[in-house]
């Protein structure tokens, strides 16, 4: 009868080595992710660029620009809009010969010194723009002395001569909105440098003779 095989343990090296696999795998079940170094973060994604700005009428108009305050401006314009309100009574007026209408919407608009100063006052920083201002009234002065004759031929033709102004005024130069004094010699506007408050502004909203835009 054979003696039975003597069972060996096992060697102490090959105890520790089982012992090291063992516990790195269990190191390598249970270790969270690692976070990502300082830094490396994902950058954020860049701004569109934008788009160009579109080109402003400016950049076609080819007319004199006249520079004006905002206040002057806005009582420019608003003189231009009495204006063509008076062209408009004259016109009606006319249409009925009611002729003591046609004078008297033509004398908001004839001349006088109060509107040769404010036109020569809007035209300080434009030459050729007051002088045409004041070529404007002396044409409603026509239609003034036509009304006062009967004459409804001559007031015609003075009121042809007068919308003949004003559309040349308009294709010459464009309003040009600045800051207070800006660019405007003598715009009567706080430290504008100018020589005082323009004639007939009293706030904004006096009548006066503007021309322009």
Do not use: N
């Not at 060697?11 to 300082?38: D, H, I, R």
């Not at 009611?98 to 036109?119: H, L, N, T």
């Not at 405007?184 to 408050?197: C, D, E, R």
């Amino acid at each position: 009868m054979m003696a039975s095989r003597s069972h060996r343990p096992p060697s102490l090296t090959t105890s520790l080595l089982l012992a090291a696999a063992a516990l790195a795998a269990c190191k390598g079940a249970s270790a969270p992710a690692a976070a990502p170094p300082v830094g490396s973060a994902a950058a954020p994604p860049t701004a569109a660029t934008p788009a160009a700005p579109a080109p402003t009428d400016d950049a076609y108009d080819t007319r004199t620009p006249v520079p004006m305050p905002p206040m002057m401006a806005a009582h420019h314009k608003q003189q231009m809009r009495d204006h063509l309100l008076a062209i408009q009574e004259i016109t009606a007026a006319l249409a009925t010969d009611d002729f003591a209408a046609v004078e008297a919407s033509a004398g908001r608009i004839a001349w006088s010194e109060e509107q040769a100063m404010m036109c020569q006052h809007m035209g300080a920083g434009t030459p050729g723009f007051g002088d045409l201002g004041e070529a404007f009234h002396h044409t409603a002065d026509g239609i003034v002395t036509a009304a006062r004759d009967r004459d409804r031929a001559g007031v015609l033709t003075a009121l042809g001569a007068t919308l003949q102004t004003c559309t040349g005024c308009h294709e010459t130069y464009r309003q040009v909105v600045v800051a207070d004094g800006g660019g405007m010699p003598g715009a009567g506007m706080p430290g504008a440098g100018g020589p005082g408050p323009m004639p007939g502004m009293h706030g904004g909203g006096a009548p006066g003779a503007m021309h322009g835009r």
